[in-house]
């Protein structure tokens, strides 16, 4: 019975996680999956991850090869690290959003949390204003105030308007 050497194990963990991870290998995530502690590139698709795991097989075999073992035995932790957590992401493929229409709409719903943040902090420079507004001790600060809150319920006006429009393409996009 013929023993598989480790970096054969590794090849062929890492030939079945690219069969596993072909469909999904261009699909655009919003953010990058993985830290850089495990992962040097920022990717956005499992594809660059694998480049780069591919990219640390061979030059593990490559120190693996020139008897430098400190190193290669650095890089196959971090290689088996990759690999598990390339596995991990693929067993949880179903609840990641990587479709062009899930991409969308993750983009469109990060819009929608940026504008209600936005409406949230305009309703509290209004009503800071407001409150100003009976202290004021000269006519020129009651203007000038009044003034602030007259552009403040036209930016919370046209901050609602895009939140309005945002929620109407979430509901298209979603049925």
């Known amino acids: 019975m013929k023993s598989s050497s480790p970096l054969d194990i590794l090849a062929q963990r890492m030939a079945a996680l690219n069969q596993r991870l072909a469909p999904l290998r261009d699909h655009f995530t919003l953010t990058p999956r993985f830290d850089r502690q495990l992962f040097r590139c920022a990717g956005h698709t499992p594809g660059e991850y694998l480049a780069e795991l591919a990219d640390n097989v061979r030059q593990l075999r490559r120190y693996a ?3 430098d073992s400190e190193r290669a035995a650095w890089l196959a932790e971090r290689v088996v690290n990759q ?3 390339l596995e991990r992401e693929v067993a949880t493929r179903d609840l990641r959003r ?3 229409a899930h991409r969308a709409a993750g983009v469109t719903h990060r819009q929608l949390l940026q504008h209600q943040d936005y409406e949230q902090r305009l309703n ?3 009503s800071a204003r407001q409150g100003q507004l009976p202290q004021a001790q000269t006519l020129a600060d009651q203007q000038r105030l ?3 809150i007259a552009a403040l319920h036209g930016r919370l006006r046209r ?3 895009a939140l309005e429009r945002i929620q109407r393409r979430l509901n298209r996009q979603i049925r």
């Open 124 to 126: 509290a420079m209004l």
């Open 146 to 148: 009044q003034q602030e």
């Open 159 to 161: 901050c609602r308007a």
């Open 65 to 67: 090869a020139s008897g």
């Open 98 to 100: 990587y479709d062009g």
């Open 83 to 85: 690999i598990t957590a």
